[in-house]
């Protein structure tokens, strides 16, 4: 069972607290949605449950295990970063199969986990070429393929589409969509497009000023916004 | 439609681009001109080096043309090669040069690595300690150096005066600095998400920097590894001081010393052991011009 | 509302605070480890010694009791010290002035060719630089040999007569600073290339539209987008130049008498030929003033650069 469970997570950098006490419960395989504006601590919560930042008080637990002192490989989550972060010597095949390499996986293993991810995500063609060979959506959609390939407990993401033009971000949405359709893994999706909260999460959790001002599902959001801030939006 | 009438016979205006092609067609013959002019300023000395190593003694000393070699031969060239202690010179350059150079890529990648990505009490200053340790230069060690050999010596009894490899310990002072320096600036620059993605991925600290930092900073690595050698072999003071048998000396000194006997100077074989001394570099820098040249650049610009 | 989890679906990790606080304890001993070597390497090898010679310095010339300032004394006294003070900072300041003329002036040339011909241009003009000292200075002894002088040939066959490049004095010390330019220009050249890229083509445009002449570009456009390259090269070089050995060591020894000795030379011939090691560090010592200055100036440029950029 892979849910998440943040007990009153605070994180604090010498005396600014970036996050003031979280309480969240996500459920096994569901996508939930961190939305807010820049500095609301979305980011940081997520780093926390990658194991990128050091908790400063409260709890996380990954799958009912408390993983606070745990180091991110062991905490089997996957993470897709803004700016990819693909290694730019290696082509995409050994960027995706880098993190099962470490973990001595038989070459056979790691093959056909590599080729399941890349059919997945339509990038088989792509194998052989190195990262500056690729687009930008084909580098996202490279850096989705290696957190596949791990077959995690949680899949994270950190703004992945903010560097995409509009076009080509509606386009990765529906992929994203699709791609927890057919792998069904929880997913925690850092945004602050609400729009793309609104069309992806099975909840939306908004965010502000280091704590969560409201929780629910985007209808639930549309029809009862908790502030009058969120009623702007939507009309 | 347009209703431009042109007159027949109307005078045609001049294109202007030729006015302009001129100009820099002028300035390109001036600056070529000059580019020759100083090409020949730096080359001269090398060329000469060579034509000198192809005459004989006799038309060394005889009043012709020195520019101009009338019979070429390799005596020099093959006496140089046989006699011994060439050899020995060169032997001893050449392996204190790869061990100071490995030396100096371990220490310089691993605390640069260190400096750059785990920040940890003092490395700032650290950082600025090691690029100000590259302005202090070697003519203001070498006396306090040599009386600490002769501490050592009196201590523990190790000579370290008159042996090549207390070379091997010395030089690292010189390129280590500078080279951590080169890859403090190549590993900053390298995005923090990658460290962030090697970690999930489940790499130790050593894992990232062996299979990912590494093979990205390459360049800079080469970069570096060539400034190492480049400063090794061509080090003068520190042989001169601290090596004085000549079974001990290395390329620079050997040349210097044991060519020039007395007011004697063998020219032919001076400028023929010069020049194979010259040689390493050289052949390095005709190969790997641009990483050369981006060590010397990365020191100054990357800051 | 997220329900409010049962306590026990925690297992508890002890006590928390204490294993966190080991594992940054553990990411920065790792990392000041692989910063130890590069630290004991300094330590032992350049600082110890600096502090070392300052000691030395202070002993009197059998090293068998402490006499303070008094080398320093008897070294003020002497006219050939002053002599060398002078001829080190004239050696130094005219050779980086030229150097950095010279590689201004060919950085330009080689910058206005079309860019496929640099490569091989740069390459060729680089080549002074690579050649280790000792080497391209034995070939410069022989090129300016008394009895034998290439260089003297071409003159009398132009008419001229002899000049005694290492024998009179003003020779002596025009051709070691020669030397030095010769193979220091280049480095200048690349640094200035360098910088000169990077000056955004079109405030020329603007310039020219401005009305600007080339000479006028230079001074409004060049020059000052270059000043802080220009500042640091010149003060890195004015360090190395000042602190100088190979050149005037394999040239002129020194000579003719003393009118070409440096610092360094100096202290090598008191302290390790003369044996006398406190005169020696103290000469050796009487750089520092001049390359601390000069570091300041490098270190607070290149902070500044940064927060221009």
Known sequence: MAQVTLRNVVKKYDEVLAVRGVDLDIADKEFIVLVGPSGCGKSTTLRMIAGLEEISGGDIAIGGNVVNDVPPKDRDIAMVFQNYALYPHMNVYENMSFGLKLKKTPKEEIDRRVRQAAGILDITELLDRKPKQLSGGQRQRVAMGRAIVRDPKVFLFDEPLSNLDAKLRVQMRTEIKKVHQKVRTTTVYVTHDQVEAMTLADRVVVMNAGLIEQVGSPNDLYHMPATKRRQAPYG | ?303 | MADIAAPNEFALTGDRRNSLRKLMQRKSTVAFLMALPLIVLIATLVIYPTGYAIWLSMLNKSMTKFVGFGTFEFLLKRQTFWDIVYQSCLFAITAVIFKAMIGFVVAHFVHNIPAKGQRKWRGMLLVPWVIPPAMSTLAWLWLLDPSYSAINWILVHLGMSNISWLGETGWARFSVILVNIWAGSPFFMIMYLAALKSVPDQLYEAASIDGATWLQRIWYVTLPMMRNIIAVTALFSLIVTFANFDIVRVLTAGGPLTSTQLFATWAFKVGIESGDIPQGAAVSLFMVPILAVAAAFILRDINKRGSEV
């Open chain 2, 1 to 303: 439609m347009a209703n431009v009438a042109v007159a027949a016979g109307a005078p045609v205006r001049p294109l202007h681009y030729g006015s302009i092609s001129k100009s820099r067609r002028w300035a390109l013959r001036w600056s070529y001109f000059f580019l020759v002019l100083f090409c020949i300023f730096f080359l001269m000395p090398p060329i000469y080096m060579f034509i000198t190593s192809i005459k004989g003694s006799a038309e060394i000393s005889a009043a012709t043309n020195p520019w101009w070699v009338f019979h070429p031969t390799l005596e020099n060239y093959a006496e140089l090669l046989t006699k011994n202690e060439y050899l020995i010179f060169f032997r001893n350059s050449a392996l204190v040069s790869v061990c100071v150079v490995i030396i100096s890529m371990v220490i310089s990648v691993t605390a640069a690595f260190a400096l750059a990505r785990m920040k940890f009490w003092g490395s700032t200053a650290l950082a600025t300690g090691v690029f100000l340790t590259y302005l202090v230069p070697d003519t203001l060690l070498f006396i306090p150096l040599f009386k600490m050999f002769a501490f050592v010596r009196d201590t523990t009894g190790i000579e370290l005066m008159n042996h090549w490899w207390t070379l091997i310990i010395l030089y690292p002072t010189l390129s280590v600095p500078f080279c951590t320096w080169i890859m403090i600036g190549y590993f900053a620059s390298i995005p923090k998400e990658l460290d962030e993605a090697a970690l999930i991925d489940g790499a130790s600290w050593l894992q990232t920097l062996t299979k990912i930092f590494i093979p990205v900073a390459l360049p800079g690595i080469i970069a570096a590894t060539i400034f190492a050698f480049t400063v090794s072999w061509a080090q003068f003071l520190y042989p001169l001081a601290f090596t004085t048998s000549t079974d001990q000396l290395v390329l620079p000194v050997g040349i210097v010393t044991t060519l020039i006997k007395g007011d004697v100077f063998n020219w032919g074989q001076i400028m023929t052991g010069a020049l194979l001394g010259a040689a390493p570099p050289l052949i390095i820098y005709a190969f790997l011009m641009d990483y050369y040249i981006a060590g010397l650049t990365a020191g100054a610009t990357k800051g």
